[in-house]
Each structure stands twice: as structure tokens, then as C-alpha cells.
């Protein structure tokens, strides 16, 4: 079901879902290659399962999670997210996953996390595009518990609904429709609960470039891109680019009292 | 100067046009092709822009290659490319910078504006493709004629500034991986390290043989 504040987000209410064909062959992944229709390829014999998921830090029981043990038996999801990537195109997604809030509940995080940390998986073997560094491996993104908490905030296991394709962060990845693509960390191996802001690798690469929140904000420009506007896939004309990528009633009051111009 | 290679001229000479003309043409062909048949991937538009802009660069950089290249086999005629090449740079990044206009921001001039003074590598591809309007507009025979060659020469040194504004243009394009753009960046780098070179040589050997070489076409 599309959630409410999807449905209303008034100039975007013509949104139509991205054919899967263009959702599953131009993607940025880069532990499968830097072009947009590398992972596709590349990632075509990833064997996603067994996988399982290390818990860390300040958590109740720090150990490895199966995937089942992580997510079996919680209400699964049926959300339909714009996605804005922050080169300024766009795509409208039918993801499925659980809500991030019920694995954290599940987790039982002590009181001090303050932060949850991401990490892909790191093989070589296996994601091709680490035998080059392009990036600082192993790919890392994380949010405040507050953001990791809010109902928007899913774990994706399956688009369109069916698996996650391999190019596309099988078998488990973030969404966080209001930030710029970049935040939805895929094929992720660890969680770790932290007191302390965690690097994140984007921000680490360039960090004049990309920040912590990464939250869609057509007000602050990227040195390299306008983010006023973007072009969703499958259009010519460029769309307004809207505060919060549409989600403002949901998210901005997380924000208020934060310079979203130095907090980029 | 001598011919070095006297067997390959005549036929070189002969076909080196027809096959430039067909390597400079048959990509418009193959990219609307590609695009009629949906093989430019879920956006279309940019990737026009980014292989408008690749070929733009390597005609660029073909154009810088042609001097050496007549330094090397001693084939005078060979300046006619020269031209050629340069203009076939400038016709795609014509064809670049309309992608960008036309089809990325449908005549949007704010946007476009902006991003002209925001974005230091949307400056600096303008500013490559600025340059090339007078070196175009001069590229006849008549206009060499008119200005003299040694003014000419002074004219489309201009061709070396393009050249390098297009090159950080391309690396500040990149998101992270700017394999390409480096390996086209080092490209032009050696065929102008080239110029700086025999720029030293000629200043040496000036001093102990006093004659004009000035009046040389450069390139």
C-alpha cells in the first residue's frame, strides 16, 4: 500500500512506478562497476544466500544475525518511495521489506546508541568492482536512531515484488526515500549501534560533496549538480525537486533547528 | 621537409580523407540508431550528452595528434587534417552542447545560467567550446590567407586552452572513477607536452643559428 504522505505529496501526484526494466539495469553499485549498466551484469552470478548479518556495538546481544533470525516473522511492507539519486534523476520503486524500527526493536540497541552504522559486504571475489579502489571498501552509510526509527525507513528485501535483484542490493538493503540515493546501503553484512556520528563513505571520499544527512534539498546546491530540478526516469522535462524528496510531512520535523546548509 | 615513409604516402594520402570523413560522420547514424531502438539505456539523454562529448575530445585530441604526426612522417599535406579534425571537434561539441541545451534542460536559461556559474566544470566546457567559435569561423583556406600564417598560427594556439579546459572539464564531470578522463587527459598532456618541447628546442638552437623559424606554421 502506497503509505498517505506519498499519496498526497501534491506535485508529485503524477508519479508513475519505474518500469522494472529501468530500475534493474541502471543502478550506481559500485562494488559491481562505476557505469550505470555494470552492476546488472556483473552482479549476475552473486550468490546472495545463506547470508547472514553481524550485530555490534551497543546492543543487547552482539553476534551474527541469519537472515531469517533478522527479519522472519516481522510485518512485511509493501511501499511505493520516489528515489532521487543526488545526480539529479529519479525513479518511482515498489519496494517490499520490513519497517528498520522493528528489527532495531528485535536488536534491543542499549539506551547510549545514538547512531546505527551500515556496512556492505567486502569480498573481491565476488563483488568485482572492489579489486579497484574507487571507493574506500568496504562501503559504509549510517543514520541518527531517530531517522533509523522513523516509519519511512525500510530494510528492502524485494522490488516489484519479488526478490531483490542482485544489482540492486540483494538480499538486504536500506531506503530512505527523503535522502539521496547514495544513504541506501546495499547488501548489508553488519549493523553496529554507536554513541559517535559514523563515517560514511561517501562523505568520506568527498566530503566538500556529500554529507551525513544527504537529505533531498533542492535549496542546497551540490558543488557539481543543480538540485533544484531532476529527471525522473522515462521523462524529458525536468520536475521540481521537492524539500525532503516529497516527504517533508514525515521527516522535517526531525530536522527543525538544524542548518540543513551545513548539515548537507 | 623529407618524406620519411615514401611507400605509405600515396595511398595514406589518397584514402586518410574518405576514412576521417566516414569516422567523423558514422557515429550520428549509429547513436540515432541506438536511441530509436532503445539502446541508450533508462536515460537516454545522458548518455547522448556523455558520447556527444567523448567524440568531441577525441577529435580534439586527433587534431593535436596530426602535427606530431607530420613532424614524424615528414608529410606536409597532411595540415589539411589538421583542419579537418578540428572542425569535426567543433561540430560535436556543437552537437554536445545542444544535447545539454535541448534535450538535458529544454532551453531552461536559468537553470542553464546557473549552472554555467555554479558549476566550475560546466565553465570550463563552455569556455572549450567558446574557443573553437573563432578557430570554425577561421578554419578556410582564405582566412589563412587573410590573416597571414603567422597570425593564424598566434589565432588557434587558442586550440591548446580548448583543449585543456576540456580535458578538466571531462575529469570534473566524473563522479569518482575518472579512468577515462585521465586516460584522455594524459592523451592531449603528451601531444602538448610535445609543443613545449620543440618550444625549447627551437629557443636552443636559435641561439647558435640565427634564422626565423616564427614564420613556420606551429600548429
Known amino acids: ?264 | 621537409m623529407k618524406s620519411r615513409f615514401p611507400a605509405l604516402e600515396a595511398p595514406v594520402r589518397r584514402w586518410v580523407r574518405p576514412a576521417l570523413w566516414l569516422l567523423v560522420v558514422l557515429p550520428v547514424p549509429m547513436l540515432v540508431a541506438q536511441l530509436l531502438l532503445n539502446q541508450l539505456g533508462a536515460d537516454p539523454i545522458d548518455k547522448l550528452e556523455r558520447l556527444s562529448g567523448l567524440w568531441a575530445l577525441r577529435f580534439l585530441a586527433a587534431s593535436l595528434a596530426v602535427t606530431p604526426l607530420m613532424r614524424l612522417t615528414g608529410w606536409g599535406w597532411l595540415v589539411a587534417q589538421r583542419r579537418f579534425l578540428g572542425l569535426a571537434a567543433f561540430f560535436w561539441a556543437l552537437g554536445h552542447l545542444s544535447v545539454y541545451t535541448v534535450l538535458d534542460w529544454f532551453f531552461d536559461w536559468a537553470e542553464i545560467g546557473k549552472d554555467i556559474v555554479k558549476h566550475l566544470y560546466i565553465t570550463l566546457g563552455m569556455l572549450a567550446f567558446v574557443l573553437m567559435i573563432p578557430l570554425a569561423l577561421t578554419s578556410t583556406k582564405a582566412s589563412i590567407r587573410r590573416l597571414g600564417g603567422v597570425r593564424w598560427n598566434r589565432l588557434h594556439a587558442l586550440v591548446y586552452v580548448s583543449a585543456i579546459a576540456a580535458c578538466f572539464h571531462f575529469v570534473w564531470a566524473v563522479k569518482k572513477d575518472i579512468t577515462q578522463p585521465i586516460f584522455y587527459g594524459t592523451v592531449v598532456a603528451v601531444l602538448l607536452a610535445f609543443r613545449v618541447v620543440w618550444r625549447i628546442d627551437r629557443r636552443s638552437s636559435s641561439r647558435s643559428v640565427s634564422g626565423d623559424t616564427q614564420s613556420k606554421p606551429v600548429g
Open chain 1, 1 to 264: 500500500a502506497v503509505l498517505p504522505g506519498v499519496a498526497r505529496a501534491g506535485a508529485m501526484q503524477d508519479d508513475k512506478v519505474t518500469p522494472e526494466e529501468d530500475a534493474t539495469s541502471y543502478n550506481n553499485f559500485y562494488e559491481f562497476g562505476t557505469g550505470k549498466e555494470d552492476p546488472k551484469e556483473q552482479a549476475k552470478d552473486f550468490q546472495p544466500m545463506p547470508w547472514s548479518v553481524n550485530v555490534e556495538g551497543m546492543v543487547k546481544t552482539p553476534r551474527p544475525y541469519t537472515f531469517d533470525e533478522l527479519l522472519g516473522k516481522l510485518p512485511v511492507q509493501d511501499r511505493v518511495y520516489r528515489m532521487r539519486c543526488v545526480e539529479a534523476w529519479s525513479m518511482v520503486i515498489p519496494w517490499q521489506g520490513v519497517q528498520l524500527k522493528d528489527v532495531i526493536t528485535r536488536l534491543q540497541p542499549l539506551p547510549s546508541a545514538k547512531f546505527i552504522e551500515f556496512t556492505t559486504l567486502l569480498d573481491p571475489k565476488r563483488m568485482p568492482g572492489q579489486r579497484r579502489a574507487v571507493l574506500p571498501w568496504p562501503y559504509k552509510e549510517a543514520l541518527r536512531m531517530d531517522e533509523a526509527n522513523n516509519s519511512l525507513t525500510l530494510l528492502a528485501t524485494g522490488m516489484y515484488g519479488k526478490a531483490l535483484p542482485n544489482q540492486n542490493g540483494a538480499p538486504l538493503r536500506l531506503v530512505t526515500p527523503w535522502k539521496y540515493g547514495f544513504k541506501g546501503i546495499k547488501s548489508i553484512v553488519k549493523i553496529r549501534f554507536t554513541d559517535k556520528m559514523p563515517n560514511t563513505t561517501w562523505n568520506d571520499a568527498n566530503p566538500s560533496e556529500y554529507g551525513f544527512y544527504a537529505n533531498v534539498n533542492p535549496t542546497v546546491d551540490h558543488p557539481r549538480w543543480s538540485q533544484g530540478k531532476e529527471r525522473r526516469i522515462g521523462e524529458f522535462l525536468r520536475r521540481n525537486t521537492l524539500m525532503f524528496n516529497g516527504y517533508a510531512d514525515q521527516v522535517a520535523s526531525m530536522y527543525s533547528g538544524m542548518d540543513l546548509r551545513k548539515n548537507y
